[in-house]
């Protein structure tokens, strides 16, 4: 008796442990998901002189096949066939044979295997463009530079381009800052990180030895961090802008001494 409850009690732990086994195994695909079901996938790069802002969410449809039902096989029930006793002779005449019967075998069903069912899709996916401001070489003199008096230039760039974005259900921040890179067309060079400003702050100027036009170029090179969930990261890749502007340059006025 004592072994028998013993038995039991193994078997009763033996079969608890089987279905908290099952049930776990059921549900790890869901522990092990993509991580982007809970919180939303984000990257911010930069392509072609644009902003690119993606965000994905959720793990998309899923196809699931229903479970193949097994073909049943219906049995046949076969009829017992009473054996004939043969005439003797002299009754051949008033007794006809019975003819035998042959029992026919019912064909099984065809297999159906049922098409598999789609999930609705569950995930979001967005990209958004982002363009940055263009940018205006401006100079003082605005009419005309004078050779040996220093020429002031700027643009008309902010020192800090800030924006937010939403994208699937979520806000992203978006923080830009220029460098600035000046060709005055005669074969001098100036990097900055300002944008220069105006008479009489002369933060940029240039003093040209000989009259003539010149091209001036100027670079705007972007590059920046954005935000989310907490987290600041550098966006990936750089923005280039170029603006020109065709200066002449005159000479002084002469002045005649006796």
């Keep these: 008796m004592k072994n028998l409850t013993l038995g039991m009690k193994c078997f009763s732990f033996f079969a608890v442990s089987s279905l908290f086994l099952a049930q776990v195994i ?28 993606e965000g994905r969410k959720g ?37 006809q044979a019975r003819p035998t019967y042959r029992p026919t075998r019912k064909a099984l069903p065809r297999k159906i295997v049922p098409k598999a069912k789609v999930t609705p899709a569950t995930s979001l996916n967005d990209r958004l463009v982002k363009l940055l ?34 994208i699937v259900g979520e806000v992203v921040d978006v923080t830009m800052k220029p460098s600035f890179l000046w060709s005055f067309g005669d074969g001098t060079f100036f990097l900055t990180t ?37 987290i600041t990261r550098a966006i990936t890749g750089e923005i280039r802008m170029v603006s020109m502007k065709v200066l002449s340059v005159a000479a002084g006025p002469i002045r005649i001494t006796q």
């Design 194 to 230: 300002s944008a220069g400003a105006p008479y009489p702050h002369q933060k940029i100027t240039h003093t040209y030895q000989r009259p003539g036009k010149y091209i001036v170029t100027m670079i705007a090179t972007w590059g920046g961090v954005w935000g989310f969930n907490g």
């Design 26 to 53: 059921a549900h790890a695909p869901d522990t092990y998901a993509a991580d982007c079901i809970v919180s939303a996938c984000i990257d911010v790069y930069t392509l072609d002189g644009q902003i690119i802002i």
């Design 133 to 166: 401001p263009t940018a205006e070489v401006l100079v003082q003199p605005s009419a005309q530079a004078l050779i040996k008096v220093p020429t002031i230039f700027w643009c008309d760039l902010p020192a800090v381009f800030t924006t937010k974005v939403a």
């Design 59 to 95: 793990s998309g449809a899923t196809a699931s096949a229903a479970p193949t039902p097994r073909a049943t096989r219906k049995a046949t029930v076969k009829p017992t066939v009473k054996a004939t006793v043969a005439p003797t002779p002299a009754t051949t005449s008033s007794i």
